[in-house]
């Protein structure tokens, strides 16, 4: 059976995953190279955090002027090179078809959110609830992701000019728990 998954809660253990997962994951950031998943520039801070069920960040606004993350132009690519819309917190199942509000980052503030791919956001039967598909399993499927890439492109509106963000992450490594 797949797992479904109500919303992503971001795990604070040092290894992400369900405490019931027969297989744990470990993610490295590729481009921009990182080992402790950050990137910076004069605009922004990037802080990730890949799990099995969705990729977690936390952006951090360097100046004193506020910024947009577009969501309808920010896309994602998942492990087996799907690309396609990306879903975050907000977004549910009814709404997948209409556009996205972008979201304000105000001067020197933070954002935290997590994105998956929009396509595998998953009907609740009338719920409010953002259900959706785990970006990786982790049953005895999990092996075949070992060393797998997956992306995204954070669009943001900066100073009025839409400036891309892409961000590429690599399973290290799937390890029998």
Same mark, same amino acid.
């Given at each position: 059976?797949?797992?479904?998954?109500?919303? !992503?809660?971001?795990?604070?253990?040092?290894?992400?995953?369900?405490?019931?997962?027969?297989?744990?994951?470990? +993610?490295?950031?590729?481009?921009? !190279?990182?080992?402790? +998943?950050? %990137? @910076?520039?004069? /605009?922004?801070?990037? *802080? +990730?955090?890949?799990?099995?069920?969705?990729?977690?960040?936390?952006? /951090?606004?360097?100046?004193?002027?506020?910024?947009?993350?577009?969501?309808?132009?920010?896309?994602? &690519?998942?492990?087996?090179?799907?690309?396609?819309?990306?879903?975050?917190?907000?977004?549910?199942?009814?709404?997948?078809?209409?556009? @996205?509000?972008?979201?304000?980052?105000?001067?020197?503030?933070? *954002?935290?959110?997590?994105?998956?791919?929009?396509?595998?956001?998953?009907?609740?039967?009338?719920?409010? /609830?953002?259900?959706?598909?785990?970006? %990786?399993?982790?049953?005895? &499927?999990?092996?075949?992701?070992?060393?797998?890439?997956?992306?995204?492109?954070?669009?943001?509106?900066? /100073?009025?000019?839409?400036? &891309?963000?892409? +961000?590429? %992450?690599?399973?290290?490594?799937?390890?029998?728990?």
């Amino acid at each position: 059976m797949t797992r479904v998954v109500a919303g !992503a809660s971001d795990s604070v253990s040092v290894i992400p995953g369900s405490p019931d997962a027969l297989y744990l994951y470990r +993610f490295r950031q590729v481009d921009p !190279a990182s080992d402790r +998943f950050v %990137f @910076q520039d004069r /605009e922004v801070s990037f *802080y +990730f955090k890949p799990t099995p069920d969705a990729l977690h960040f936390q952006v /951090e606004n360097r100046q004193n002027r506020p910024l947009w993350i577009v969501w309808d132009k920010s896309s994602f &690519t998942d492990a087996n090179g799907a690309n396609g819309k990306l879903a975050h917190s907000t977004t549910r199942w009814v709404d997948r078809f209409k556009p @996205q509000p972008d979201t304000q980052v105000p001067g020197l503030g933070r *954002y935290s959110d997590y994105v998956l791919p929009l396509d595998y956001l998953l009907d609740p039967a009338g719920s409010d /609830e953002q259900l959706h598909r785990p970006l %990786f399993p982790e049953d005895q &499927t999990a092996p075949q992701y070992a060393d797998k890439y997956f992306s995204v492109d954070l669009v943001m509106t900066v /100073e009025e000019r839409p400036v &891309t963000y892409p +961000f590429r %992450f690599r399973v290290a490594s799937v390890i029998p728990r």
